[in-house]
């Protein structure tokens, strides 16, 4: 599986920005989905969790509420609605497939800024 990552972009506190993330490959549907961040100094984090067929989602404390996790099966695409942006949730966004506890693939990442 490939994954082609792209949204990202600067936007003020309070705004929203859409993340979408392309699979390439018919087993896009085998996967559970996921968005990682990484912060400059700071460790990868999950920050949400959408599953095969996207009947169950998770979320990070930190982002409940203001961002949205969805998937299109149809045509291989996952996506990220981050609403009411933070300067914290400025970092690299990366979107993953997994299978259990293994994120077995990763996009190459999109800059998220959010500026005060």
């Known amino acids: 599986v490939q994954l082609q990552a792209s949204g990202g972009g600067l936007v003020q506190a309070g705004g929203s920005l859409r993340l979408s993330c392309a699979a390439s490959?018919?087993?896009?549907?085998?996967?559970?989905m996921a968005w990682f961040r990484q912060a400059p100094g700071k460790d990868r984090e999950l920050v949400a969790r959408?599953?095969?067929?996207?009947?169950?989602?998770l979320y990070a404390d930190s982002v409940k509420g203001r961002f949205t996790i969805s998937r299109d099966n149809a045509k291989n695409t996952v996506y990220l609605q981050m609403n009411s942006l933070k300067p914290e949730d400025t970092a690299v966004y990366y979107c993953?497939?997994?299978?259990?506890?293994?994120?077995?693939?990763w996009g190459q990442g999109t800059q998220v800024t959010v500026s005060s």
């Open positions: 959408i599953s095969r067929s996207g009947g169950s989602t």
């Open positions: 993953t497939a997994a299978r259990g506890f293994a994120y077995d693939y």
């Open positions: 490959g018919r087993t896009f549907s085998s996967y559970d």
